[in-house]
């Protein structure tokens, strides 16, 4: 049975309005920006006065019928998700359909097609013509748009501007979607044939939003290259990366704004702040980061590090994160001298002559005397014909910093000819290497 799909959620940022000023809960004079997004699709189905119980109408075909046709009555119900939408004013509404086909071609056939507002619950999976929910014809619009395969342009587009039934739903409204019916069913006026959501997102239907919505930036996620060692966070390197997601429900341009401070708890080690820097502009939802400067930090120092948000677009900016706390350790694992033995270096790959060779690295700990050290070895995805995924992981502890670390491809795990790559991590400490690059790697005889 096929999978059902949704709509990817879209969010586009149009203007802005409004003073530039950081929005807070008692302020009249946040800035709004304006947000077009088409809402999640749930589901569609039609269902026609030949289901019954016996009989349902099924989700997955890929039309959408709606009017009567010699005697046959057609009703097509569609779902959207409003939980995703910001909060805001709601200023329009636009729902699309991909029109497939219809009693003839123009701007205004027959008395077109009109959309409801649904006001009772109702399933997709046994949906027939005697247990279909109410609708209200209140704010009911009708589009007269008809088109066919004969018209000049096909397929195309038909609109409803169904704003007042989205305020409804944003005004308290249950949401039970909407229905897709003849604003006069005995008139057998012909069928109406739209695109479902069986189909390329291109040419399902699309119920869009625009609305003005007060900028609330805020960050969330942020990190730094650190290890956690029980109750110690240890930072990676002397010029570690600092990111954060950086979110407003209002969209626009957002860039981070980071800082870095001695710890006030290691006063013998300096005070105040060390550096800060704003990040490059990102989208909403992103992640922008920073690099910190070579010879800012040094080994062992205790620093603390912040972060916040600020929408260029709408001039806000949010509060500033609590404060993270770690100390800085020069150096972190090293993975050099990598060998598969026996082999020999090809075009494109390296050789094994064996199908059982070692596979060798050197790892170098600047903490610990020894480290656990970890080989993968996977399917090489440029020969996704062979397979995909991990074929054999093993590890090597108490390897010597310094040292090297050897496995052996075990007999029987791999055929002539295999193509594969493989990697290796460095574990122990407060610190892990993170895994190396992949190499390919072809085993034959």
């Not at 709004?32 to 989700?59: K, Y």
């Not at 709601?90 to 009693?103: D, N, Q």
Request: proline share 8%; net charge negative; with cysteine.
């Amino acid at each position: 049975m096929m999978s059902r799909r949704a709509l990817a959620l879209m969010t586009a940022l149009v203007t802005a309005a409004g003073p530039a000023a950081v929005p807070s809960a008692a302020s009249a004079d946040v800035p709004t920006l304006v947000v077009v997004q088409d809402l999640l699709l749930r589901t569609t189905v039609h269902v026609t006065s030949a289901h019954d119980e016996d009989s349902p109408a099924s989700w997955l075909d890929e039309t959408l019928l709606s009017g009567t046709r010699d005697g046959v009555t057609a009703r097509s119900y569609l779902r959207f998700d409003m939980s995703y939408l910001p909060e805001g004013v709601i200023r329009s509404a636009t729902l699309r359909l991909t029109g497939l086909g219809a009693p003839a071609c123009g701007p205004e056939v027959g008395e077109g097609v009109q959309v409801r507002r649904v006001t009772e619950p109702w399933s997709d999976d046994f949906l027939h013509w005697g247990n279909q929910p109410a609708s209200t014809d209140q704010d009911a619009q009708t589009s007269t748009k008809g088109v066919t395969p004969q018209c000049a342009v096909y397929p195309d587009t038909v609109e409803w501007p169904v704003t007042d039934l989205v305020n409804a739903w944003a005004g308290g409204a249950e949401n039970h979607g909407l229905v897709l019916r003849s604003p006069d069913e005995s008139t057998d006026d012909g069928l109406w044939t739209f695109s479902s959501w069986i189909n390329p997102l291109d040419v399902v239907p699309v119920l869009t939003v625009t609305m003005d919505v007060p900028s609330a930036p805020y960050t969330r996620a942020s990190s730094i290259e650190t290890h956690e060692d029980a109750a110690d966070t240890w930072v990676a390197g002397l010029t570690p990366r600092i990111e954060s997601q950086v979110v407003d429900p209002a969209g626009g341009s957002l860039t981070a704004e980071f800082e870095v401070e001695h710890d006030p708890a290691a006063p013998g080690q300096g005070s105040g702040r060390i550096w800060s820097a704003t990040s490059g502009p990102a989208s909403s939802f992103g992640r922008p980061s920073v690099l910190v400067p070579p010879g800012l930090l040094e080994d062992g120092w205790r620093i603390r590090w912040r972060v916040r948000a600020h929408n260029v677009t709408a001039g806000t900016v949010s509060g500033w994160s609590a404060w993270n706390v770690g100390t800085v350790a020069a150096d972190v694992p090293r993975i050099t001298a990598r060998q598969v033995v026996p082999s020999y270096e090809s075009e494109h790959s390296t050789v094994s002559v064996s199908l059982t060779p070692e596979l060798r690295a050197t790892v170098t700990h600047p903490l610990l005397d020894s480290a656990r050290v970890v080989f993968q070895m996977a399917y090489d995805p440029d020969a996704p014909s062979q397979g995909t995924g991990l074929i054999w992981e093993e590890t090597v502890v108490d390897v010597p910093s310094g040292g090297q670390a050897v496995v052996t491809v075990p007999d029987g795990l791999v055929d002539g000819g295999l193509q594969v790559r493989w990697r290796v991590g460095a574990y122990g400490g407060p610190f892990q290497s993170g895994w190396s690059d992949w190499r390919k790697l072809t085993l034959d005889m």
